[in-house]
T-cell receptor, first 117, second 115 residues
Framework: AQKVTQAQTEISVVEKEDVTLDCVYE???????LFWYKQPPSGELVFLIR??????QNEISGRYSWNFQKSTSSFNFTITASQVVDSAVYFC??????????????FGRGTSLIVHP | GAGVSQSPRYKVAKRGQDVALRCDPI?????LFWYQQALGQGPEFLTY????????KSGLPSDRFFAERPEGSVSTLKIQRTQQEDSAVYLC?????????????FGPGTRLTVT
């Protein structure tokens, strides 16, 4: 079963719009970790945030905010007032103790965000 | 400070050739991961090292894939007798601690094309 689902394959917005990238995960563990990474055209994934399962507080970092809801197994990412430099592929990842590779991160398929000027 | 570097950035191999992909992690980083990223997909785990010890190789797709990190720093991923399905971007990541849940720092990847 897919453990991390990013249902939006591609999102296209105009600069200054707000945009939310969805992430739904599956796990039976009570202890797990969720991540968001950004992959710009250069190819290097850039770490954005790490959240453990015991901390449901939402987080804001500048124009970025994350909404973690255990009740819906979601960890959504919102960019406020998007900019062209936000154009990238964004990956959500889950690290849990299930399956053979204990706590090895499992990545979703990514959401490609295109911000038009 | 320097980030994770990988070489070569691009590699074209004829089917059946052996290839070796190199990863230089951030100095002092304990953990090193290799991932395979197919076009339009997320990275998929291949193998994990803690210092020089290969603790998890459950993601290696076949015995044609082999990885090493003999001195606990530089790592090499070797693919023998390459096949077309091996075409992908191979990403290396390092992490400060032995905690696999810690944030990872990724290199730019090696794009392997098997013709």
């Amino acid at each position: 079963a897919q453990k991390v689902t990013q249902a939006q394959t591609e999102i296209s917005v105009v600069e200054k719009e707000d945009v939310t990238l969805d992430c739904v995960y599956e796990t039976r563990d009570t202890t797990y970790y969720l991540f968001w990474y950004k992959q710009p055209p250069s190819g290097e994934l850039v770490f954005l945030i790490r959240r453990n399962s015991f901390d449901e507080q939402n987080e804001i970092s500048g124009r970025y905010s994350w909404n973690f809801q255990k009740s819906t197994s979601s960890f959504n990412f919102t960019i406020t007032a998007s900019q062209v430099v936000d154009s990238a592929v964004y990956f959500c990842a889950l690290s849990d103790g299930e399956s053979g590779g204990s706590y090895i991160p499992t990545f979703g398929r990514g959401t490609s965000l295109i911000v038009h000027p | 400070g320097a980030g994770v570097s990988q070489s070569p950035r691009y590699k074209v191999a004829k089917r059946g050739q052996d290839v070796a992909l190199r990863c230089d992690p951030i100095s002092g980083h304990v953990s090193l991961f290799w991932y395979q990223q197919a076009l339009g997909q997320g990275p998929e785990f291949l193998t994990y090292f803690q210092n020089e010890a290969q603790l998890d190789k459950s993601g290696l797709p076949s015995d044609r894939f082999f990885a090493e990190r003999p001195e606990g720093s530089v790592s090499t991923l070797k693919i023998q007798r390459t096949q077309q399905e091996d075409s992908a971007v191979y990403l290396c990541a390092s992490s400060k601690t032995g905690d696999k849940t810690y944030e990872q720092y990724f290199g730019p990847g090696t794009r392997l094309t098997v013709t």
